[in-house]
Nanobody, 116 residues
Framework: QVQLVESGGGLVQAGGSLRLSCVAS???????MSWYRQADGKQLDLVAF???????YYEEVVEGRFMISRDNGKNTVSLQMNNLKAEDTAVYYC???????????WGQGTLVTVSS
């Protein structure tokens, strides 16, 4: 099971940008890598994922503003977040899943705060 470490969170003004990174302790080549977020008092939401076979998904409210990317050689997945809004404020979690095996890993989370 891979260990995941996120970085890149912080405080930014509305309209600004942040880039989150997640580094895995092992190969992510055959894994679906996702970013989730949880705002204070709200449910955990899937923001975006990139699958091992090239599929990419975005939650509707972030499409066109966020971009997920992966570097299998560096065991890294990133989330570029542009034109941030106050409602993007949340703890963002990196998630890894190896399909058909039940292997799932979560990062510790990184806080993104967008001031309006």
């Amino acid at each position: 099971q891979v260990q995941l470490v996120e970085s890149g969170g912080g405080l930014v003004q509305a309209g600004g940008s942040l880039r989150l990174s997640c580094v895995a302790s092992g190969s992510i080549r055959d894994m679906t890598m996702s970013w989730y977020r949880q705002a204070d008092g709200k449910q955990l939401d899937l923001v975006a994922f990139t699958s091992n076979d090239g599929r990419i998904y975005y939650e509707e409210v972030v499409e066109g503003r966020f971009m997920i990317s992966r570097d299998n050689g560096k065991n890294t997945v990133s989330l570029q977040m542009n034109n941030l809004k106050a409602e993007d404020t949340a703890v963002y979690y990196c998630h890894a899943e190896r399909p058909f095996t039940g292997e799932v890993s979560w990062g510790q989370g990184t806080l993104v705060t967008v001031s309006s």
